[in-house]
DNA sequence: ATTATCTAACTAACTGGTTAATTAACAATG
DNA sequence: CATTGTTAATTAACCAGTTAGTTAGATAAT
């Protein structure tokens, strides 16, 4: 008897539990995407902003679904509603990120500027997307760091569908450079890898220069300076001494 | 009766199984490390060897205790008796790594070689620690992510220890060159990073390299022929045009 | 009524860390 | 020189907490 009384109560504790949840959601998100048919646009984009940001800080190991969530205001289950899983949903995000950058780079690439300026014109666009999108060496990391491990299901597509292309028309316009006599015989295959690594670093190893001078690397005006030091470095790396084509930019 | 006769088997069954394990171990491991007081130095060592290769692969979240006990032939509870925890065990891993750093940085940074000279050597010497141990860089890339996220324990102390003693004396050597007029007037703080980006990044984006160019970046002779490409581009983007002083590397 | 959209609650598997027991070496003791 | 006790090294078995992914519905628009 005593029993079922106890059980009767505990259902009716759980009805009540159940209700006053309804209440508060109701009240804090003033009946905004209740139930069905809110904003299926909105909220995928919003799972995958979340997504970018935790997989980005997290790792794929590190992220959890649930803060993604969370993070998107958003049930778990709803992530597994529009993506495969965490493996899927990881990919969408690169092919995101990866997408629009190769873009911002074509647009330069596709200029008709002359070979020291489209250069100069190619490592400012890269530094400046980077700048403005943070997340995305941090997820090229990530990806290179799997990859390595032999973890990667995209490292393949990544490289055929971004950083090829992006490759070979830098690679010829180096060659083109060096055929007219404005830059040193360089090898692309290094040189271009070089390039990246300057533009990169700065933003990848921000936690260490912080410490290291004391003083927040990522404002607006230190981002400005270093954007200066990456062109002038591999200006004076790559075109040829002596020479006036140099249109190298100096503090 | 038959109580206590299947307890004296129990028993019997559990000393051949004891036996049987001990052979199996004494044969395996020629009498090395049987039960207890076998050689805590080389099973520290044994741990701390398998934790640098898993974390440095996996990452301190992708890292799983019960693999570093498997590869470092050790019962799991043996890292918890020698170590805190994951992150001490870390710890330890990343202090051991940038501190041999650390001096095989220094040996060339303590020698009197002219200024041209010394930060070839410097740039050489860094990338043949990390052509040899390439997992420092992993570790550093890691440790760098997750200082970013605020997740870092380790940062301030590795910083402090081992980048700031090494930046100040390039960063010192970098001003003497200028002083003498051998060097271009770069900024240490950034040209110092744009050199460890350089000398890094072929190695930290090799997976990416081996997709894109067809072919393992990390053979030797790959590897030698990106040391000179980095010593010429360094050289080219420090030293002044013109003048006397380059004993720059060209292929 | 159907369908697209969304959720709370659940589960099976896994993971970092603990515990109590076991083993070998060694020193002291009888 | 055997026995005993002590201590450091090592382990199997376990546990409490987490996590990716699932399920059984609920809600609203059509």
Known sequence: MSRSESRDDVRR????????????????????????RGQPEESRAAILRA?????????????????????????KALLYY????????YGAVLD???????????QVLDSSLPSSEKIVAYVGA??????????????MQREMMRARAGDSVHIERLVKSYFEPIYHRVSELLHKGIRE??????????????????????????P?????????????????????AVLDFISAALFKPCSSANPGVRQ
């Open 13 to 36: 504790r759980r009805e009540e539990i159940r209700d006053l949840r309804r209440q508060m959601r109701q009240s804090r998100h003033e009946l905004r995407r209740m139930g069905s």
């Open 51 to 75: 997504v970018a940001i935790e997989f980005s800080e997290q790792g794929i190991a590190g992220a959890r679904t649930d803060a993604i969530a969370r993070a998107a205001k958003v049930n």
């Open 82 to 89: 529009y993506f495969q899983d965490k493996e899927t949903l």
């Open 96 to 106: 995101e990120a990866f997408g629009r950058m190769k873009l911002a780079i074509f």
């Open 126 to 139: 890269y530094f400046d997307f980077i700048a403005s999108n943070p997340i995305y060496p941090r997820l």
């Open 181 to 206: 006599g404005v830059f040193r015989k360089v090898d692309p295959a290094h040189f271009v890898p070089s390039m990246i690594a300057t533009i990169v670093f700065y933003f990848s190893s921000a």
């Open 208 to 228: 260490v220069m912080r410490r290291l001078f004391h003083f927040d690397p990522l404002t607006p005006e230190r981002i400005a300076e270093r954007r200066a």
